[in-house]
């Protein structure tokens, strides 16, 4: 089984993670942030994976730390639970619509952390998310993984339901990135990460 946890303790967040690559979709989020547990919950169902987290962060400043926080500690999960076996199919993209919107995620699993995030998002706020934080969440998870990934709204208005398909996009993409694939390793250097 490709699973990890990972705790992390900070002076601004402390979370515990457990991730089963090889799940069925099951969440158990508690993050103190309504909308980013919302997320993750979509995330693991898309992504194929079970996914359990509990942080408890300075959410009153705001949600800042835990957003970034949880992207790295999930980015870090993920890696260990590949452990020393990278022969997975390391590419995932996905055009994926959400109503009026549309929004394209890519991933290559490759041990060069990069993020091109490009979207317009209208609101500042989602409730009381701030929408600045999607980007946050997405440049933390590409940083701890170490993967190459690309967030691309393609269209939409309505800003939950643009920041609904960058998450389930992403599970989508890293349930084909991460898929085991049989013999080498999808690299001519014969290595990822």
Same mark, same amino acid.
Request: charged share 20%.
């Given at each position: 089984?490709?699973?990890?946890?990972?705790?992390?303790?900070?002076?601004?967040?402390? /979370?515990?993670?457990? /991730?089963?690559?090889?799940?069925?979709?099951?969440?158990?989020?508690?993050?103190?942030?309504?909308?980013?547990n919302h997320m993750l919950t979509l995330l693991?169902?898309?992504?194929?994976?079970d996914l359990s987290v509990s942080c408890r962060?300075?959410?009153?400043?705001?949600?800042?730390?835990?957003?970034?926080?949880?992207?790295?500690?999930?980015?870090?999960?993920?890696?260990?639970?590949?452990?020393?076996?990278?022969?997975?199919?390391?590419?995932?993209?996905?055009?994926?619509?959400?109503?009026?919107?549309?929004?394209?995620?890519?991933?290559?699993?490759?041990g060069r952390p990069f993020l091109s995030f490009?979207?317009?998002?209208?609101?500042?706020?989602?409730?009381?998310?701030?929408?600045?934080?999607?980007?946050?969440?997405?440049?933390?998870?590409?940083?701890?993984?170490?993967?190459?990934?690309?967030?691309?709204?393609?269209?939409?208005?309505?800003?939950?339901?643009?920041?609904?398909?960058?998450?389930?996009?992403?599970?989508?993409?890293?349930?084909?990135?991460?898929?085991?694939?049989?013999?080498?390793?999808?690299?001519?250097?014969?290595?990822?990460?």
């Amino acid at each position: 089984m490709r699973t990890k946890t990972v705790s992390r303790k900070t002076a601004e967040t402390d /979370i515990n993670l457990t /991730i089963n690559l090889d799940g069925s979709g099951r969440s158990e989020v508690d993050t103190g942030c309504g909308f980013l547990n919302h997320m993750l919950t979509l995330l693991a169902f898309h992504g194929g994976f079970d996914l359990s987290v509990s942080c408890r962060g300075d959410t009153e400043v705001d949600y800042h730390h835990t957003v970034e926080d949880v992207g790295i500690v999930l980015g870090q999960a993920i890696r260990g639970a590949l452990g020393e076996n990278y022969a997975i199919n390391r590419y995932g993209s996905i055009i994926l619509p959400m109503d009026e919107a549309l929004v394209l995620a890519a991933v290559d699993i490759s041990g060069r952390p990069f993020l091109s995030f490009n979207a317009n998002i209208p609101a500042e706020k989602v409730g009381d998310f701030d929408t600045e934080l999607a980007e946050e969440f997405m440049q933390a998870l590409a940083r701890s993984l170490s993967c190459t990934l690309h967030i691309i709204q393609l269209a939409g208005k309505n800003s939950h339901h643009i920041i609904e398909a960058m998450f389930k996009a992403l599970g989508r993409a890293l349930r084909d990135a991460l898929r085991v694939r049989g013999g080498a390793v999808a690299s001519t250097k014969g290595v990822l990460l």
